[in-house]
């Protein structure tokens, strides 16, 4: 049997001149039926040849404790090397999106720190990182990050101006919590000009759009705000909602 055909098939062992990307696809192959340890395998060989979605992969599998201990440091060693190797990667290709998740996931470890692993939080580099995957990558994740610092002043001044770009950028790409916290802002105009009907308009958007995860919270905020607003701006609002979520547009 070809060297190639053994990558791929699972149920053989890894091929010793096996190329990252084969050794990847029986990494995915393995881990879709269930046998991670077959799939941690392949990914740490794909992975030490540089194979950038295999170091994802195994980070997303080291924070979660996906078929491994959970170990935080080892995800983080897996986004730092993404970071380190692909920062300037053409945004417009379909990895991007795990090097912006890399990006995100790594800032977040300097956001917050691993104790156990002796890492300090480190809200100046936690910035760089969301900034570098919100600006170059396009990231909604990287912009709702951002916007959250600079909303609650954690490390830095406050800047509700800011957050609120953050935000709109982030709302227009769909991300249900943007577009629920945007709405919030616009509705009372915390720290920006008062858009009562344009900020119950994403809070409908984020209603519609929210999963079961989000839906608790959003709801309460569509109550909380559906006591203040009058009649016609609800009218108004639901009119805007119904316009975004047909055509994206406002």
Excluded: C
Excluded at 43 to 49: I, V
Excluded at 59 to 81: L, N
């Amino acid at each position: 049997m070809a060297p190639s055909a053994r990558a791929l098939d699972p149920s053989l062992p890894l091929s010793a001149d096996a190329s990252p990307v084969d050794a990847f696809r029986m990494g995915a192959e393995a881990y879709s039926v269930g046998d991670l340890q077959s799939a941690l395998n392949a990914f740490q060989y794909a992975a030490s040849k540089g194979h950038a979605i295999a170091q994802w992969k195994l980070g997303k599998m080291y924070a979660s404790g996906d078929g491994v201990p959970e170990d935080d440091y080892m995800a983080f060693q897996m986004f730092s090397r993404i970071a380190d190797q692909h920062a300037d990667d053409n945004p417009y290709t379909p990895s991007a999106r795990v090097v912006a998740d890399a990006f995100v996931n790594l800032a977040t470890y300097y956001k917050n720190g691993i104790a156990k692993a002796g890492i300090k939080p480190d809200v100046g580099r936690a910035v760089d990182l969301f900034t570098h995957a919100a600006t170059y990558f396009g990231d909604a994740s990287a912009q709702y990050n951002l916007a959250r610092i600079y909303l609650d002043g954690d490390g830095v001044q406050p800047d509700p101006g800011r957050a609120a770009r953050w935000l709109s950028l982030a709302a227009r790409k769909n991300h249900v919590a943007a577009q629920a916290t945007l709405g919030q802002m616009l509705i009372y105009g915390d720290g920006v000009r008062p858009m009562p009907e344009k900020g119950y308009m994403w809070l409908l958007v984020a209603r519609e759009n929210a999963g079961p995860e989000d839906r608790d919270w959003i709801l309460a905020l569509d109550h909380r705000a559906s006591q203040i607003l009058t009649p016609e701006q609800k009218t108004a609002a639901a009119g805007l909602a119904e316009k975004w979520l047909t055509k994206g547009t406002e």
